[in-house]
């Protein structure tokens, strides 16, 4: 398929985690109100929709995920539920204390088990870690961005990366707009024989998150302007189980074959999301459901304080108001990515990166 190409995209760092051993979890009780919304705006006529929010669902934080004990930092947290049960959390950067100090690889996997236990898998177990996903090309590294599982493989989608100077004199990063669906065997997650798949090129960061809904595979992509505090979304999709053939982008009415036709997801008011969606689940309110509000997405303001939730009736939108479902509890410490996940005793598991610091793991009922 054919790769657009554009200048190199900056977005905000993301940092550090640990080797393949086991990290055994306390989950102590705590009560923290948050207020998750029981209804999307109605559509109205015509493509955008419109109309009111309605009430809230009322839920609580339960408990905190704690004692990761070799864990010194590590960030991405996106949660892919497996076969067997468990929860593969994909990190990019991480840091972790090992034999010989501390150690750091570029991307891992936090295997979470239905006790709630945690083990660090990377690509080399030992003194000296290697990451999971090995880079393809001199002078880059991959960050994992999400991921589902197919024909019995976890596959990945990855972003490219490479180091820059800035005109400051310090060290940075810009994406390489090269990504990729990369196959890992389960239950080993040692990476599939062979090169991986490169998706779609370009500014757009397709597979920032993705939604297995049915037979399809919603990939969202993300497109920063303004260094990020402007960020649109776009959508595309494709069969479960043909991940490696030609998707089909949302142009605003309708899902076509073209990628340059891709259009911006809206808000019931019409106006263009300009906030990163970083997770889309299956709305974790059962009424809101039942009344065929389906879908959450979990957002956060650029620098924010709080994470916010917004739902609809369907992957596309449009999506309902902003509202708050978390306040940070130190709004001084850089928190970022809010991930969730769905658990099947119908509790909600928040995660969320902080910066230079091990993240934080909540259990919503």
């Known amino acids: 398929m054919s790769q657009l190409r554009s200048p190199a995209r900056r977005r905000i760092p993301l940092w550090i985690c640990l080797p393949s051993i086991l990290l055994a979890v306390a989950v102590p009780v705590v009560l923290v109100k948050v207020a998750l919304p029981a209804h999307a705006p109605n559509p109205g006529p015509g493509p955008g929709g419109g109309g009111q929010a309605s009430d809230h669902h009322s839920f609580q934080v339960v408990g905190r995920l704690r004692g990761l004990a070799d864990l010194v930092a590590g960030d991405g947290t996106y949660p892919v539920p ?21 150690a750091g690889v570029r991307n891992a996997i936090l295997l979470q088990d239905a006790q709630r236990r945690f083990r660090m898998v990377t690509g080399h177990t ?3 870690p290697t990451d999971l996903i090995p880079r393809l090309r001199p002078n880059t590294w991959l960050w994992p961005s999400s991921g589902f599982v197919e024909h019995g493989h976890l596959m990945v989608f990855a972003e490219e ?5 800035q005109p400051n004199g310090k060290v940075g990063f810009v ?6 669906l990369v196959g890992l065997a389960l239950p080993s997650l040692h990476p599939l024989p062979g090169p991986p798949h490169e998706v779609y090129g ?7 998150t993705v939604l297995v809904n ?5 990939v969202y992509g993300n497109l920063q302007q303004d260094h990020g505090w402007t960020n649109l979304t776009y959508l595309a999709r494709f069969p479960l189980g043909a991940s490696t053939s030609y998707w089909r982008f949302w142009d605003g009415r309708d899902f076509v074959p073209y990628p340059a036709a891709a259009a911006p997801l809206r808000g019931s008011d019409g106006a263009r999301l300009t906030t990163k969606l970083t997770s889309i689940i299956p709305n974790p309110d059962p009424q809101a459901r039942a009344a065929g509000v389906g879908f959450a997405a979990l957002t956060m303001q650029p620098f924010g304080a709080t994470f916010d939730l917004r739902t609809a009736t369907r992957p596309q939108g449009p999506w309902g108001a902003s509202r708050v479902l978390y306040k940070i509890p130190d709004p001084k410490k850089l928190a970022y990515l809010p991930r ?3 658990d099947p ?5 928040l995660a969320y990166s902080v910066w230079a610091s091990p993240p934080r793991f909540l259990v919503i009922r």
């Not at 990366?161 to 100077?165: A, N």
Request: hydrophobic share 35%; glycine share 18%; proline share 5%.
């Open 340 to 342: 969730a996940r769905p």
């Open 161 to 165: 990366f490479k180091g820059t100077l």
């Open 345 to 349: 005793d119908g509790t909600l598991q």
């Open 202 to 208: 370009g500014p757009i960061a397709w597979g920032h």
């Open 82 to 102: 497996l076969p067997d049960g468990q929860t593969a959390w994909l990190f990019g950067d991480c840091r972790f204390r090992t034999a010989g100090g501390v």
């Open 126 to 128: 030992g003194a000296d």
């Open 175 to 180: 994406a390489t707009n090269h990504r990729y």
């Open 214 to 218: 049915g037979s399809d595979v919603y």
